[in-house]
């Protein structure tokens, strides 16, 4: 190389893995004229090059501006190095250690290069349903084991063809070590089979079109994907769509659509500036979008709601089912409901087999079961829902490290678990509500995955404080040296601290449905001071009889009933809580109230939610959690708050306590006088965000804090959410809310662990 010669080992680390990272280290070198290597090496890329120092310097610009699309790279360390007299650069051999913990890379969506070759006549993979680059494609669902090499994926199962391995083993070509290459000739196949006829089958192009002809005629599909079934039917046909219901025995839980293009989304739901990224990113999340009204969607897509939720296509098979049917699509999971997505051919034949009339399968195996993830925008920030494809298991970083490997089993209800080791966890994707045994077993088949692909055996268990939770047991007969319990609230508010890196203490505002507290009554309206090892109670809801224990959540007419029965004298006031239901069984809920018989106390924000709406007349009987909060904030749309009273906060008490029977009065008479149910639903939003907010802001006073932190379910809700930041700020306080996990029971897991990591480095 001659005079004048420098060289640096360089380091970079993050998500470098699986990503075509190092062909594109070769490419940016040979452009620059600098010799060298390249190599994986204990979960990083490693790199030594060298070359003239102003070649060096454009290099590592290079790296970081120019990266890979699916590359996240967190840090690049560059070190003087003695040059070794390479002239050339070359991609090397991997350098793996027993105990390493390499990051998984999630699946991604068909690249523009894949797609625009899917679609060219000339090229031998046009319309091949499996095409995929270093860019795109499958990893998570197909990847067995670490380090990601094919040979470890379901797609060892398909030899690749001359040309392919010519791609494939060729630095300059973007199939260079794209582990799930494959073409028409040595690839998956995909076929149609009607239901009940596994033996009667078409293949390929012909599977498309048989597919595209049974949702033309109104009949559902079940498709294999990336991460399990989904259920088909022309999101255009209310008939269509009422039929899919029925036989998945989903009454009225919104239906997610996919759409091809940003455009055809357009023509369905309004998409604004922070909306059309999330729709068009990598991950290709389902997003809650304001739907246009009127319009060509089945109505009952999402009875009540004014959202609907939409996918753009993800994958290839995707891409050629929406350009044959050029339609929206209804694509939701192929599962009944509260059951786990099906992934194996013959689980779907035994489970979807009496909802589908037809199944469009393939057979690259599904490796792990993967919901799509669903995400809203709250006031120009987006919100993720459920974390699943495309985000999970990337891991996310704990603000003081475990002393020893753990797992957190989570919650009850949308569980996901996390393993962490030092300062890193890695949360699970969305596993479900743990009432089943098909759930149980799910949750079991993610802990052993995770455990053998992160080389992790933990030595703590965390669990959540309730004592019957199913993933309480779970927890206690794993074996391990220790269990530590976790109050539901504190984790809340402990995994918004930890994802922003906070370990000083914040006002704590937890909201939603359940969660069991010191005394043993039901928590879910808490104002905590928090550390991120402990709190304090400063503030909730005042605790009301639910009669019935948890027929309350999917009746709101008892959450109803268990608040008149503090004030008995407003009975006009929530006459219309009543109707329709029969009285006989409310006078059991009453007898139940009055004899304290499953009726637990409960100072839940959810369930006071549920009280409104069947005070105003909205919903009695709930056909799925939270139904009744939604259809309360689809009503109170874009309407600005007539005044109404807040509810009524004592001057002293520890902890203070919030009386919403006030409130609750208040909206019946006024919905009695003639007030319409939207404009009572936003005067109910606003004295609500009132309401914490003016306790939240006395309880930073009195603390000496700053930080406010915004955690649990009921904060799905985009515009409490917005109303509950924007007065903070206006305050002059700095709200946390959830960034990178949801506010629901799905990040329960991290706050878990972040706790338990807290408690045992400081000795506890």
Known sequence: MGTGVSALRVRVCGQVQGVGFRPFV??????????????????????????????????????????????????????????????????????????????????????????????????????????????????????????????????????????????????????????????????????????????????????????????????????????????????TREAAVAE???????????????????????????????????????????????????????????????????????????????????????????????????????????????????????????????????????????????????????????????????????????NTLTLAQGDRAWISQHIGDLEGLETVEHFRQVLDRLRRLFNLAPEVAVRDLHPGYLSTRLAEEMGLARVIPVQHHHAHIAAVMAEHGRTEPVVGIACDGTGYGDDGRIWGAELLACNLDSYRRLAHLRYAPMPGGDLAARTPWRAACGYLSLEPAAAPAFSLAFEGVHPRERAVAERQVTAGLNAPLASSLGRLFDAAAAVLGVRRVSAYEGQAAMELEALAGRRLASAVSPPVLPPSGEPWVLDPVPLLVELGERRRSGETPEDLAAAFHTAVADAITGLAASACEREGLRFVALGGGVFQNARLLVSVREELEARGLQVLVPRRLGPNDGAISYGQAAVAAMRMSAGG
Request: hydrophobic share 40%; glycine share 8%.
């Open 26 to 235: 070769h490419r940016l070198a040979l452009r620059h004229g600098l010799g060298g290597w390249v190599r994986n090496e204990s979960g990083a890329v490693e790199i030594e090059i060298e070359g003239g120092e102003p070649e060096l310097a454009k290099f590592l610009r290079g790296l970081e501006q120019e990266a890979p699309p699916l590359a996240r790279i967190e840090e690049v360390r560059a070190e003087p190095c003695v040059p070794a007299g390479n002239e050339r650069f070359s991609i090397v051999g991997s350098v793996m250690r027993t105990d390493e913990r390499l990051p998984v890379p999630p699946d991604t969506t068909l690249c523009a290069a894949c797609e625009a070759e899917l679609f060219d006549p000339a090229n031998r993979r046009y319309r091949y349903p499996f095409i995929t680059c270093t860019d795109c494609g499958p990893r998570f669902t197909v990847i067995e084991a670490l380090p990601y090499d094919r040979e470890r994926t379901s797609m060892a199962a398909f030899a690749q063809c001359l040309e392919c391995l010519r791609e494939y083993q060729d630095p300059s070509d973007r199939r260079y070590r794209s582990e799930t290459n494959s073409c028409p000739a040595c690839g998956p196949r995909l076929w149609f089979e009607a239901a009940g006829a596994p033996g009667d089958s078409v293949l390929g192009e012909a599977a498309l079109e048989a597919a595209s002809r049974l949702i033309g005629a109104g009949g559902v599909l079940a498709v294999r994907g990336l991460g399990g079934f989904h259920l088909v039917v022309d999101a």
């Open 244 to 414: 899919l219901r029925r036989r998945k025995r989903r009454e009225a839980k919104p239906l997610a659509i996919m759409t091809r293009t940003l455009d055809e989304t357009r023509a369905v739901a309004e998409v604004d500036e922070e909306e059309a990224p999330l729709l068009c990113s990598p991950e290709r999340p389902v997003v809650l979008l304001r739907r246009r009204v009127p319009g060509r969607l089945a109505p009952s897509l999402a009875p009540g709601l004014d959202t609907v939720g939409v996918m753009l296509a993800y994958t290839p098979l995707h891409h050629l089912l929406l350009d044959l049917v050029a339609g929206p699509l209804v694509m939701t999971s192929g599962n009944r409901s509260e059951e786990p997505i099906a992934i194996g051919i013959a689980e779907a034949r035994h489970r979807l087999g009496d909802i589908a009339d037809g199944f469009l399968l393939h057979d690259r195996e599904i490796v792990s079961r993967y919901d799509d993830s669903v995400v809203r925008v709250a006031g120009a920030t987006p919100i993720l829902l459920r974390r699943a494809r495309g985000y999970a298991p990337a891991p996310l970083e704990l603000p003081v490290a475990t002393p020893v490997p753990l797992l957190a089993v989570g919650p009850h209800l949308k």
